[in-house]
Nanobody, 124 residues
């Protein structure tokens, strides 16, 4: 059974950092694009960052660019999201996602596998 398992969320203060991890199982990881979506209470799920299967093409939501860094280790079937200078607006459930379509800006409908989500709460 294909699975994505996130970890690393938590409750932190404004200006601090967190690193999220996403470990894949039963997935040919190196062939899939990986993204981190987030969903705040009462809001739509949005793509915060994405990385192509080869790791050289990335996408960032404008509000996280220069603060978040997405990376991947295909040998470990793991993706990461380093989040620096966190702000209260970053509070959300963060979901790891995988898809095979050759784009780093997929529609929600293109996502083939979702993780269960990890909560990030940023307090001021």
């Amino acid at each position: 059974q294909v699975q994505l398992v996130e970890s690393g969320g938590g409750s932190v203060w404004t200006g601090t950092s967190l690193r999220l991890s996403c470990v894949a199982s039963e997935l040919d990881f190196s062939k899939y694009q990986i993204g981190w979506f987030r969903q705040a209470p009462g809001k739509d799920r949005e793509l915060a960052a994405a990385i192509a299967h080869h790791g050289t093409t990335t996408f960032y939501l404008r509000s996280v660019k220069d603060r978040f860094t997405i990376s991947r280790d295909n040998a470990k079937a793991t993706a990461y999201l380093q989040m620096n200078r966190l702000q209260p607006d970053d509070t959300a459930v963060y979901y790891c996602a995988a898809w095979s379509a050759p784009t780093v800006q997929p529609s929600i409908g293109a996502i083939e596998t979702w993780g269960q989500g990890t909560q990030v709460i940023v307090s001021s």
